[in-house]
C-alpha cells in the first residue's frame, strides 16, 4: 500500500510539473515593434535636385510663376506632403528641376534596413535650414505607399505613410549609409 501511496505522488508530482510547463508557454507576450518596417514596396523612385543654397535664397525672393513657389515649398517646408495621400505634387518635381529615376531593386533590402523601427541610446540632430533635395517616393503595385524627403546636411527628414515610430529615423551613420545606396557620394 506505502509503494501504490509512494507511485501516485510521484505521478502526480510529475503531473503538475509538466502543467505548470505548459502553462508557461501558453503565457502570451505581445510581438514586439522594434525593427518595424516602414513601407511594404516593390518599387522606390528616387527624385534628386542639385539647387544651390544661394539659388534657393534667390528663389525665395524672387518667386515669379506658381511652379517658383511649388519648387522652394518642396525643397524647404516640412509639411509637404500632409499625407501618403497627398501626391500632386510628385507629377511636377522633373519640370521644378529634379531628376527622376528608379532605385535598383538590389538595393531594397539596405534601404528596409534603414527605413524600418529602431532603437537608439543616443539621438542626435542638427540645427539648419532643411534643404530636401532628396525624395524617395515607395510604391507597391503602382501606388504610392510612402514618402520620405531627405536633407543630408541637416540629417533632417520628412515621411509620411508609415505608423512606424519614426522619431530615431537617421541615428547610426544610417544618413550617410543612404547617402551612400543614393549615389549621392
Do not use: W
Not at 501516485?8 to 514586439?32: A, D, G, R
Not at 518667386?63 to 525643397?75: A, N, P
Not at 509637404?80 to 507629377?91: E, G, L, Q
Amino acid at each position: 500500500m506505502k509503494n501504490i501511496f509512494f507511485l501516485f505522488s510521484i505521478l502526480l508530482f510529475s503531473c503538475n510539473t509538466k502543467t505548470s510547463k505548459k502553462v508557461e508557454e501558453n503565457i502570451y507576450e505581445p510581438p514586439k515593434i522594434t525593427g518595424m518596417k516602414y513601407f511594404d514596396f516593390d518599387e522606390i523612385v528616387h527624385y534628386k535636385n542639385e539647387i544651390a543654397s544661394s539659388e534657393l535664397r534667390k528663389l525665395y525672393f524672387d518667386r515669379k510663376t506658381k511652379l517658383d513657389s511649388l519648387k522652394y515649398e518642396v525643397i524647404t517646408n516640412r509639411e509637404i506632403p500632409k499625407t501618403v495621400k497627398d501626391t500632386a505634387f510628385i507629377s511636377k518635381l522633373e519640370e521644378i528641376g529634379f531628376l527622376k529615376s528608379k532605385v535598383n531593386k538590389i538595393k531594397f533590402e539596405e534601404i528596409n534596413s534603414i527605413f524600418k523601427e529602431k532603437k537608439h541610446d543616443e539621438i542626435s540632430g542638427f540645427a539648419c535650414d532643411y534643404i530636401f533635395r532628396d525624395i524617395l517616393v515607395f510604391k507597391r503595385k503602382s501606388k504610392t505607399v510612402g514618402i520620405a524627403k531627405i536633407c543630408f546636411e541637416c540629417q533632417a527628414n520628412h515621411i509620411v505613410g508609415t505608423k512606424a515610430n519614426i522619431e530615431e529615423f537617421g541615428m547610426d551613420g544610417d544618413y550617410e549609409k543612404l547617402e551612400k545606396i543614393l549615389e549621392r557620394k
